[in-house]
């Protein structure tokens, strides 16, 4: 809807729907052009609901045919119709009564992607967060949950297969020639978990038992032609059923568990109860088509999903505020599935290893994603207090910051401790739609029973604060008293609109799980007494602005190992020296500390580099970093897999964020030149590892050994092309030859594309040619081009210039567009980039709001740029807020930049 004043949604201001649904029956006569909803709706009073109060249904884009109450059509005059909802005085004699509506939607104009679309020549919905009322009109909000019965009736010949949620109750054919289906969902639901799918697909099945010995249904519908390439989507799905079951007992509560991908979509994946919508990219994946990271990701969203079930769908959320009580705790339980999947099988040093490289890939994603949220207009709380449109509210606060909450919770109770909250919060609350509160209640309960006289509402804090908090850390070892004292501060500066506040709020201090070890100079660790116990980490629970902790009986001078596998989601500040990072770069047990300390002295680096342009001064030497990297290399102790990220330098965008100010220019010389520099100095060793990790020929498997290997020997290619070592680009265009998978071959592209340009022409082409029938993989060509520091933006114009483009299209546009807008900063931040930007917000505007909202966040920070950038940048948020019928999504996010 377009609008030029949005109003503000306070989370305060919630009041409970004073109607109850207990069951709903919805008959779809679907068709693309029109679409005709018959909805009968069972409504009763809640209790205390006074007669004579208004029920208030939303609907958006419908054309309305018909209402009745208990059967009556009612005229004109009895009900009152706005842009946006439908209301009525029900009959005050407090019983239940029906409300029935007929309306019209029309699926193939839908081009935002909500509600009722078209997708291909299929039929798709998306009803989270709001779209549900595209469909019909409805209480449309999380907290009314019904039973539903849905009946969908369409042409055989286009729309052969019709789904909904929960169980097929019938099937037939019709007099007209049209055919139909039955579907009854046992589960009350909220309407956003509604679903439907129509059209033709290809399908693979298999049973699994669960651990009650029931047999249950999990089914992949996929384009026609693409059943091979959901077999790993499927196996995933039943390794997610029966983790579930192991680690956290929950079990699969349907017969009949759906995955269907849809070339449209504008987010990853979307948890429908028992009927689980997907963007293709997270379901179809085979060795020619899809890289390592893809099959992953796959994982990863399968996962995601399919434990919704239980934390979202059995137990959902009260208001829209508590978004996070069911996304950060799913992506909590989907790296810890992700985790435990990378780790099956190893013995223990090497699973810490495998569980480590998982944490790092989050962790990494949090700082690229998070942390500047987190500093810049759009920070809010993991729950925020208010908001004017809620689909911007899928951020990385709520889902990743989210999920750091979930896992301090795991660490202060325990693996044990965590599992009793989880299943003290099912025994409250399973079959309703509750709070964050809540979610904290069950865990304190459990804290507060087996950590007596000890108190978690500190805790609550993290969802009420926005803003990363910055830890100082202080010691002082005594060498007499053998004693290190180590004192922690905590500050967190104001966020978003907090810092236009005159006085900006006082934030008290927050609950802070702080994991810290000792290493002594030799690289040997220093055990730690800690309640009457010998450990090498311990975890310092910091409730105050500033606190002292002294570890006794420690015989050396520690180096400090600190926020041990990130215990908790701040920024460090620390004086540690360049030999301390050195050293705990090569010996520190914890392989995420240790990944941070080879990151840190890279940033480090790379800041000294800029000051010394900015300055006028030689660049500063490399021998920190590259003896760093010299030793990491070679050392046959680490998995491929860590190896792969202990040697990857910090991504392009962290640093440019790290600058004050930011300044993309100085960023992008400094970190070519440092690449340039690593990749020739090691020159010779890069050749080493590239032979040594060549496959070894066997079938293609996307396990972590050998995608490890393939990661490490991709990044040794990446490192000889931009070291510009003698016939580097003869081994990448030799790899795109002989490539026997999407890695391998995506890698030796990319490669040269970023360093070698001039020599992609042919492995470009070829790949086009190829791929030209597949999407999913066509995105990738797209992508890798989009992203290539020579592609100014004339050459982005020029891809989006390519018959195959459309920018309806979200996985194209986020290949291209976005790719370009968020992974190209050297090409971006130029004024042509700056106007570029703006017309694609505008243009994404018109078709799909939520899409153009999540482009026009790539300017949030603009006031933290260096002066060019930073005038250039508020120019184009200016031209695109003054842009005639701006969407409510894009209007919230620029006009919140702007200040
Ligand atoms: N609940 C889904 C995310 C999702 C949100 C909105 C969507 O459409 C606009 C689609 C999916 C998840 O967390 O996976
Ligand atoms: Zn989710």
């Given amino acids: 809807m377009r609008t030029d004043t949005a109003p503000t949604i306070f989370r305060q201001d919630y009041t409970p729907y004073p109607y109850r649904l207990p069951q709903v029956r919805l008959e779809f006569d679907l068709a693309a052009e029109s679409t005709q909803v018959r909805s009968e709706l069972r409504f009763e009073p809640a209790p205390g609901t006074a007669p004579g109060t208004p029920l208030v249904l939303q609907g958006e884009d419908l054309e309305l045919v018909e209402v009745r109450l208990d059967g009556r059509p009612l005229a004109a005059d009895e009900y009152q119709l706005t842009d946006d909802t439908l209301s009525l005085v029900p009959p005050g004699h407090g019983k239940p009564f029906s409300i029935g509506i007929v309306s019209l939607c029309h699926p193939a104009v839908n081009t935002t992607l909500m509600g009722l679309y078209v997708s291909g020549d299929k039929l798709f919905t998306q009803c989270e967060a709001q779209g549900f009322r595209r469909i019909t009109w409805f209480p449309d909000r999380p907290d009314v949950m019904a039973r539903f019965e849905v009946l969908l009736r369409a042409d055989p010949a286009v729309y052969p297969l019709l789904l909904s949620n929960g169980n097929l109750i019938e099937q037939a054919g019709l007099p007209d020639g049209r055919h139909q289906a039955l579907w009854r969902d046992p589960h009350p639901k909220p309407c956003y978990l509604f679903a439907l799918v129509a059209g033709d697909f290809d399908c693979i099945e298999r049973t699994e038992t669960t651990r009650s010995g029931r047999e249950v249904l999990l089914q992949v519908y996929s384009d026609k032609g693409c059943r091979e390439q959901t077999r790993w989507a499927l196996d995933c799905l039943a390794r997610a059923l029966h983790w579930d079951e192991r680690r956290f007992g929950l079990e699969l509560d349907l017969d009949r568990f759906m995955v269907v991908a849809a070339r449209d979509f504008n987010m990853g994946a979307m948890e429908n109860k028992g009927l689980n919508i997907f963007n293709a990219a997270y379901v179809l994946a085979d060795p020619d088509t899809a890289t390592d990271a893809a099959y992953r990701g796959i994982e990863a969203v399968i996962g995601h999903e399919y434990f919704h079930n239980w934390t979202g769908n059995r137990v959902t959320c009260r208001d829209w505020f508590q978004l996070s009580l069911k996304e950060g705790l799913t992506v909590f339980r989907d790296q810890e599935f992700s985790a435990d999947m990378l780790a099956e099988g190893l013995p223990p040093a090497e699973a810490a290893s495998a569980r480590a490289v998982k944490r790092i890939d989050d962790v990494h994603t949090l700082r690229l994603a998070q942390f500047p949220e987190d500093a810049g207009p759009m920070a809010h709380p993991i729950r925020p207090d208010s908001y004017q449109e809620i689909g911007n509210f899928y951020t990385a606060t709520v889902y990743e910051k989210g999920a750091e909450v979930i896992r301090m919770q795991h660490t202060l109770l325990g693996e044990d401790g965590f599992r009793a909250g989880m299943d003290e919060y099912f025994r409250r609350y399973d079959g309703q739609a509750v709070t964050c509160d809540d979610f904290v209640d069950a865990m304190e309960s459990v804290y507060v029973q087996r ?449």
């Avoid at 810290?516 to 010998?534: K, Q, V």
């Avoid at 071959?745 to 040269?752: E, M, N, P, V």
Wanted: hydrophobic fraction near 40%.
């Fill in 451 to 899: 950590h007596p006289g000890k108190d978690f509402s500190i805790f609550r804090r993290w969802y009420q604060q926005a803003g990363t908090p910055r830890v100082r850390v202080r010691s002082h070892y005594d060498p007499e008293n053998r004693t290190c004292r180590i004192t922690l501060e905590q500050r967190c500066a104001p966020a978003g609109l907090e810092a236009r506040q005159t006085p900006p709020p006082q934030k008290p201090p927050l609950h802070i799980p702080f994991a810290i070890g000792l290493i002594d100079a030799d690289g040997r660790s220093l055990p730690i007494h800690w309640e009457d116990e010998t450990r090498d980490t311990v975890v310092l629970e910091l409730r105050e602005a500033s606190q002292t902790w002294t570890l006794t009986d420690i015989p050396r001078p520690p180096v400090l190992s600190l926020l041990r596998d990130f215990s908790a989601p701040v920024i460090l500040e620390t004086d540690r020296t360049a030999d301390d990072l050195a050293l705990l770069a090569r010996h520190d047990p914890d392989p995420f500390a240790r990944w941070d300390a080879v990151q840190e002295t890279a940033h480090r680096h790379l800041q000294a580099c800029m000051q010394a342009d900015r300055d006028g001064n030689p660049q500063p030497a490399l021998d920190d970093l590259l003896e760093i990297w010299r030793t990491a290399l070679i050392d046959p102790t680490l998995s491929p897999a860590y190896r792969a990220r202990l040697l990857a330098l910090p991504a392009l965008r962290e640093v440019i964020d790290r600058g004050d100010p930011m300044d993309p220019r100085a960023a992008v010389a400094a970190w070519t030149r440092t690449r340039q520099t690593l990749g020739a100095q090691l020159a010779d060793a890069w050749r080493t590892l590239y032979d040594a990790m060549a496959d070894d020929g066997g079938p293609y498997s996307p396990d972590p050994v050998s995608s490890g290997r393939r990661a490490l020997r991709n990044l040794a290619l990446d490192n000889l092309l931009a070291g510009q070592a003698s016939g580097a680009a003869e081994l990448a265009l030799a790899q795109y030859r002989q490539a026997r998978n999407m890695t391998e071959g995506l890698g030796a592209l990319t490669a040269l594309l970023q360093h070698a340009p001039q020599d992609a022409s042919g492995p470009l082409a070829d790949f086009h040619e190829r791929w030209r029938d597949d999407p999913l993989v066509l995105d990738r060509w797209f992508g890798a081009q989009a992203s290539a520091p020579g592609c100014t933006v004339s050459g982005v114009r020029a891809l989006m210039a390519l018959p195959d483009f459309s920018l309806r299209n979200p996985n194209r546009a986020r290949a291209v567009v976005f790719r370009f807008c968020m992974d190209n900063p050297g090409n971006l931040h130029t004024l042509e980039g700056y106007d570029f930007w703006a017309e694609q917000v505008l243009a994404l505007d018109a078709l799909n709001p939520e899409i153009a909202a999540r482009l026009s966040r790539a300017f949030d920070n603009w006031a933290r740029y260096e002066p060019v950038a930073r005038a250039g940048m508020q120019a184009a948020l200016q031209r695109v807020l003054d842009a005639p019928g701006l969407s409510r999504n894009v209007r919230e996010i620029v006009s919140k930049a702007l200040g």
